[in-house]
């Protein structure tokens, strides 16, 4: 069972505004730390940050909530100094940030479909979607807000769309959480922590992605664990787990953008 959805969907949208905010630490600072919870819906968009840069430009915040909401927004914005003892953590290069397991597993030719599809789909109904399918019963799902679902049933024949009928979908229907979507970001990979929202000493962040990208490149699973202020994992220095996530993030664009489709 596979389910992706697109970055319209509140929970995406939720993970959007998360990155977009981690995009402005890393502007403001080389390796700022972060971490940034969101909730949205119903034109209230809730936000706490935890942050060691000083001077996070609020201003700037309240611009990427409204542009990526699509429209005017409540923003209810609370902002905290970094836990002293998670900042010492870090001060003598990267050490692992948190506690966690993680799991990269190889994508299958039936999510990379199901991604394909989402996205065609988001390309033409640049609205809310979810999309299901289940590898067993070969039953496709599609749920597209704001689309002539005769059109879409022309394109995939053997799909059922919007079984409860046309919606208009969004936060106005729905609230979105930051993480809420990690089975669509993630595939089989998920276990614990999040990957949006957060600065790259994360491991919910670095190791998530090199796992992953290390699967891929394998084929086969990879199964990592790290404890807090740990500086080797998988047989590397942290700081170059880092580096590797780093450069995945730049090649999508940004955290903002990562947030979007997320691993695949």
């Known amino acids: 069972m596979i389910e992706k959805v697109n970055p319209s969907h509140p929970d995406k949208i939720a993970d959007r505004i998360a990155g977009a905010i981690v995009d402005l630490a890393y502007g403001q600072q080389e390796d700022p730390k972060i971490a940034v919870e969101v ?10 940050i935890e942050t060691s840069v000083e001077d ?8 990427a909530v409204k542009r990526i909401a699509g429209g005017p927004v409540d923003i209810d914005l609370d902002i905290h100094p970094q836990d002293a003892y998670l900042a010492e953590n870090q001060t003598a290069g990267f050490r692992c940030g948190d506690n966690g397991i993680f799991k990269g597993m190889p994508i299958t ?5 199901l991604s394909s599809i989402a996205r065609n789909i988001y390309k033409k109904y640049p609205c809310d979607g979810k999309y299901i399918f289940d590898s067993v019963s070969k039953r496709l799902i599609i749920c597209q ?18 079984p409860i009928g046309d919606w208009t979908g969004g936060t106005d229907v729905d609230t979105g959480a930051t993480n809420r979507k990690l089975g ?15 600065d790259l000493s994360k491991a919910d962040v670095s190791v998530n992605i090199y796992a992953f990208l290390k699967a891929q490149k394998t084929g086969k699973p990879v199964e990592l664990f790290c404890a807090i202020g740990d500086d080797m994992i998988d047989g590397k220095p942290y700081g170059e787990i880092v580096e590797q996530a780093r450069q995945f993030i730049r090649s999508v664009g940004g955290f903002e953008a990562f947030a979007e489709w997320g691993l695949y």
Not at 56 to 63: C, T
Not at 109 to 113: F, N, T, V
Not at 184 to 198: E, N, P, Q, R
């Open 56 to 63: 996070l430009r609020v201003a700037s915040i309240i611009e």
């Open 184 to 198: 669509s970001d993630m595939a089989d990979s998920v276990t614990g922590g999040g990957l949006h929202g957060k």
């Open 39 to 48: 909730l949205i819906g119903h034109k209230i968009c809730h936000i706490i």
């Open 145 to 162: 807000s704001n689309a002539k679902a005769d059109e879409l049933k022309q394109e995939y024949p053997d799909a059922e769309i919007n």
């Open 109 to 113: 030719r039936e999510q990379k479909m």
